[in-house]
């Protein structure tokens, strides 16, 4: 069964810095690896990750995938309130594109 | 532009009750179309896809069902809901399996 795992579970930060956010993944056949962002309702998408050390970038969000070690990470600077949130990662694997998510990480940033 | 819609936004109902919560996209055709429950964890469990109309396949055994009478809609019943049923219900949309999934704005079912 595929498995992906977050951590940390959560995060306490102040406005102003940098995290990073890891996502590792067990999975039979990888296809991709997806990041979304979770504030109060709906999941919205961040990113789409398939090809090894390919970094996506939007704005101060950045997301890269290591697939001989299995892992990404998310890393968000110069944090601001705006950006507390559950952040997901989850694995696209199947032909019918079923993802798998991982339990999430909470971030809140404090001004 | 496509869009996604979820009603109700919330809802309140008895065990043994039935269920309809309803997921309508807008603006592309023939989408692939998923429904999530999130529990009181914050990870998401699929519970059914559909690559067509009429084409619903189960990912969990379970007291729900979904049908997809029309090519952008999708809904999620049950003729008698659990305590387990609660949950944030989530409606998705792809235009390709192997692409990236877009949420509509969810359902909060409580079973009391």
């Known amino acids: 069964e595929d498995k992906v795992v977050q951590s940390p579970l959560s995060l306490v930060v102040h406005e102003g810095d940098t995290v990073t956010l890891n996502c590792s993944y067990e999975?039979?056949?990888?296809?991709?690896l997806l990041w979304y962002k979770q504030e109060k309702k709906a999941p919205t998408f961040l990113f789409m990750l398939?090809?090894?050390?390919i970094e996506k970038k939007s704005g101060r969000l950045s997301s890269i995938l290591d697939k001989k070690e299995l892992f990404s990470i998310l890393n968000i600077t110069a944090t601001q309130t705006g950006d507390s949130a559950v952040y997901l990662c989850?694995?696209?694997?199947?032909?019918?594109?079923?993802?798998?998510f991982g339990q999430g990480t909470i971030l809140t940033v404090h001004p | 532009s496509q869009t996604i819609h979820q009603w109700p936004a919330t809802l309140v109902q008895p065990v043994g009750s039935p269920l309809s919560l309803e997921c309508t996209v807008e603006?592309?055709?023939?989408?692939?179309l998923y429904w999530y429950r999130q529990a009181a964890g914050r990870g998401l469990q699929l519970l059914f896809y559909?690559?067509?109309?009429?084409?619903i396949s189960s990912e969990v055994p379970q007291n729900l069902s979904a049908s997809r009478p029309q090519d952008r809609q999708f809904i999620l019943s049950s003729k008698k809901l659990l305590l387990s049923d609660s949950g944030f219900y989530l409606c998705?949309?792809?235009?390709?399996?192997?692409?990236?999934?877009?949420f509509g704005p969810g359902t909060r079912l409580t079973v009391t």
């Open positions: 998705a949309w792809s235009v390709h399996p192997n692409y990236e999934q877009y």
């Open positions: 999975v039979t056949n990888f296809r991709s």
């Open positions: 398939t090809s090894s050390g």
């Open positions: 989850a694995h696209g694997g199947t032909s019918y594109g079923k993802l798998t």
């Open positions: 603006g592309t055709s023939n989408p692939n």
């Open positions: 559909s690559v067509g109309i009429g084409q």
